[in-house]
């Protein structure tokens, strides 16, 4: 028997980085307040890393939509995998091209671009998509709050996120 409801269960579990880290927070700040000495040092040194627990917790947190969309999605070793009911592919990470956000399907989708290969539509509430932000927050030269914002921002047609080479003029800016 359960004595916590499914709603707020799930909220706690989609904010479980920002919980620990602020719980390692204060722990540290219960250190460094207390005797000082070497426990101190070690305290302000848990202070920093809960707090940089908590900011990258609340980007994840942010990342992981609710939901059941159609599909799995698995990483493994930089390999992008998606099953789905109607459609599947695979894209590595090293050679993607192009990362787009495409709000007009419902549910929206990530839709990733590797050169020689048809792009791979993966919806964000597909089981296993909040293992996506890792490796999209390692592409080289990703703004992370920038794909955050477009996520929850309710665009109506598909945002390019990330570009590896642009293929637009220079003067011309991603969003």
Do not use: C
């Not at 799930?10 to 460094?32: D, F, K, N, Q």
């Not at 390692?138 to 929850?152: D, I, N, S, V």
């Amino acid at each position: 028997m359960t004595f916590i409801r499914p709603e707020v269960r799930t909220t706690l579990w989609r904010w479980r980085e920002v919980i620990a880290g602020a719980a390692v927070a204060l722990l540290g700040l219960s250190w460094a307040a207390g005797p000082g000495g070497l426990l101190g040092w070690i305290g302000w040194v848990l202070v920093v890393g809960g707090f940089a627990m908590g900011v990258v917790g609340a980007q994840r947190a942010r990342f992981r939509l609710e939901g059941e969309g159609p599909g799995v999605v698995s990483v493994d070793e930089g390999q992008i995998s998606y099953f789905g009911p109607l459609t599947g592919g695979v894209v590595a990470a090293r050679e993607m091209e192009r990362l787009t956000l495409d709000p007009t399907q419902h549910p929206a989708h990530w839709v990733l671009s590797q050169p020689g290969m048809p792009p791979l539509a993966i919806p964000v509430t597909a089981q296993g998509a909040e293992g996506l932000f890792d490796i999209f927050a390692t592409l080289p030269g990703m703004r992370t709050e920038h794909m955050l914002a477009q996520l929850r921002g309710g665009a109506v047609h598909p945002v390019v996120i990330w570009e590896k080479a642009p293929t637009r003029p220079p003067h011309l800016r991603l969003n």
